[in-house]
Nanobody, 120 residues
Framework: QVQLVESGGGLVQAGGSLTLSCAAS????????MAWYRQAPGWERELVAF???????EYGDSVKGRFTLSRDYDKNMVYLQMNSLKPEDTAVYYC??????????????WGQGTLVTVSS
């Protein structure tokens, strides 16, 4: 019923910036939580950013001070602004959200991922 689709990935040089978008569609009343994860080849999936409405956003240690999660509740969109990118940021980035549906139930969803490649 609910689908998350990431976009905005691509190739960027080290030190550059990139903004990822996550669009949620379906029977949505709102978001309970929103998060971004990433996974590089040979590495475990890593938490990038996590947020619950009316609370502060938690960031992974490797991206603190460089990445920012933001939301547009009216458009059911989640964003990840990435600054000062490093080659080690290269990974597939996944959107994750707990979505409140019309029955007031909370469901957990993942996007398909978008690839970010940072060149030196």
């Amino acid at each position: 019923q609910v689908q998350l689709v990431e976009s905005g990935g691509g190739l960027v040089q080290a030190g550059g910036s990139l903004t990822l978008s996550c669009a949620a569609s379906g029977n949505i009343l709102g978001f309970y939580s929103m998060a971004w994860y990433r996974q590089a080849p040979g590495w475990e999936r890593e938490l990038v950013a996590f947020s619950i409405s009316d609370s502060s956003t938690e960031y992974g240690d490797s991206v603190k001070g460089r990445f920012t999660l933001s939301r547009d509740y009216d458009k059911n969109m989640v964003y990840l602004q990435m600054n000062s990118l490093k080659p080690e940021d290269t990974a597939v980035y996944y959107c994750n959200a707990e979505v409140v549906d019309s029955d007031n139930h909370i469901r957990h969803y993942w996007g398909q991922g978008t690839l970010v490649t940072v060149s030196s």
